[in-house]
């Protein structure tokens, strides 16, 4: 049993268990503004596992694929495949296992969660493919996240509707603006190794204005959001609120200087994602 509990152990650490906060919130987003208030206990409950399932079994899967790629990678030699700590066959069990947690949770919802599920498992397998020959991986990533808004958005209302889709693409444009920025600590390697993306084709001055431009679509989209679903001075407070984050975030890696990386990364990305599924709340329960 404590074997088992260590792989575990090892394997939450791997797929960064706890950075399912950048993408949960949103989807809790998603759910408060198509039930334009609380949903019930039961459909928050499927939504955070189908959210949790997919979240696993993509970082699982990009791990699994990349894993020869990661070995020779400095930054990533030490994860916990090519460092020997979990073996790819073990992953690939958790995958099943994280898959098969997401489609009974969209089958638990409704019909229509069900039915688009294979298109999101598409876009989690493509994405861990993208960097061997494209350098929209960030945009990609990006769709393969904005699928937890949408998503909940159907799981609440069976249907899709453009304010789903103005929330996905908030969330689509930020992911792939902040993945850019991430991306910058690989530069050399995937030039050297002959993999793509944005930093790759346009350097570190043209990727921190690629990723001011994607966030900057972002904020706009926001706005759009609050105009579409009638939101008020709550919600507004917390465009703001997003915005001056977002501004502090760029404003530490201005010169793009990557030893502030973790705090505009995972210090400001978790707090904006958290700081929006509050103001939606504060909006849509106290009307």
């Not at 997919?54 to 020779?72: E, K, Q």
């Not at 494209?134 to 808004?149: D, E, F, K, R």
Request: aromatic share 10%.
């Amino acid at each position: 049993m404590t074997g088992i509990m260590t792989k575990i152990g090892i394997f939450l650490e791997m797929i960064k268990f706890t950075h399912t906060i950048f993408a949960l919130p949103f989807a809790l987003t998603g759910a408060l503004m198509a039930a334009n208030g609380l949903p019930s206990v039961r459909q928050i409950a499927w939504i955070i596992l189908a959210m949790v399932g997919a979240r696993t079994a993509a970082m699982a899967m990009n791990r699994l694929i990349d894993a020869d790629i990661d070995a020779r990678n400095p930054r990533t030699a030490v994860r916990a495949i090519p460092a020997g700590l979990i073996g790819k066959g073990l992953t690939f069990i958790f995958i099943v296992l994280s898959t098969a947690l997401m489609l009974f949770s969209a089958y638990m919802l409704n019909p229509l969660c069900l039915k688009l599920s294979p298109i999101a498992l598409f876009f989690l397998l493509l994405y861990s493919y993208c960097k061997r020959f494209t350098s929209l991986a960030h945009v990609v990533l990006g769709i393969c996240l904005a699928a937890a808004p949408i998503g909940a958005w159907v799981a609440i209302r069976g249907a899709i509707d453009a304010p789903a889709l103005v929330l996905g693409s908030v969330v689509l444009f930020w992911v792939a603006g902040f993945d850019i920025l991430y991306a910058l600590q690989d530069l050399d390697f995937d030039r050297d190794a002959g993999l793509h993306s944005i930093p790759v084709l346009l350097g570190v001055n043209g990727s921190l204005w690629a990723a001011r431009l994607f966030h900057l679509i972002m904020i706009v989209l926001l706005f759009v959001l609050l105009i579409l679903l009638n939101l008020g001075a709550i919600f507004l407070v917390g465009i703001l609120t997003t915005i001056l984050m977002l501004a502090y975030e760029h404003w530490l890696l201005r010169d793009g200087d990557l030893t502030k990386l973790d705090a505009a990364f995972f210090n400001m990305n978790g707090y904006i994602s958290v700081a929006i599924v509050f103001f939606t709340a504060a909006e849509l329960l106290t009307r």
